[in-house]
């Protein structure tokens, strides 16, 4: 049974940052494309980054470009999400995800959810 399980939520200040880990089980790890999406209160879920089953290629929303960068390590299974100067607008439930099919850009097929992890940002 495949599980992503997502970590590192919290409250934090306009221009602080975080890190979000999502552990994957399984053997989706070592095929599977994987990505953060968010959504907010009364919005839409909307995309904001994904990485290469390879981790040679990533790809982010233009809201996040600059400020978040994501990574994966194999060897422990985990997906990151390090967000920097965050913004009061970045505040949603952020979710882990994975990818059979992905190949490029924002269009990012799902196969499997995270449960989802809240990101407050005050002003």
């Known amino acids: 049974q495949v599980q992503l399980v997502e970590s590192g939520g919290g409250l934090v200040q306009a221009g602080g940052s975080l890190r979000l880990s999502c552990a994957a089980s399984g053997r989706i790890f070592s095929s599977y494309a994987m990505g953060w999406f968010r959504q907010a209160p009364g919005k839409e879920r909307e995309f904001v980054a994904a990485?290469?089953?390879?981790?040679?290629?990533?790809y982010y929303a233009d809201s996040v470009k600059g400020r978040f960068t994501i990574s994966r390590d194999s060897a422990k299974n985990t997906v990151y999400l390090q967000m920097n100067s965050l913004k009061p607008e970045d505040t949603a439930v952020y979710y882990c995800?994975?990818?059979?099919?992905?190949?490029?850009?924002?269009?990012?097929?799902?196969?499997?959810w995270g449960q989802g992890t809240q990101v407050t940002v005050s002003s």
């Open positions: 990485i290469m089953w390879s981790g040679a290629r990533t």
């Open positions: 995800a994975a990818s059979r099919t992905y190949f490029s850009g924002s269009y990012f097929p799902v196969n499997y």
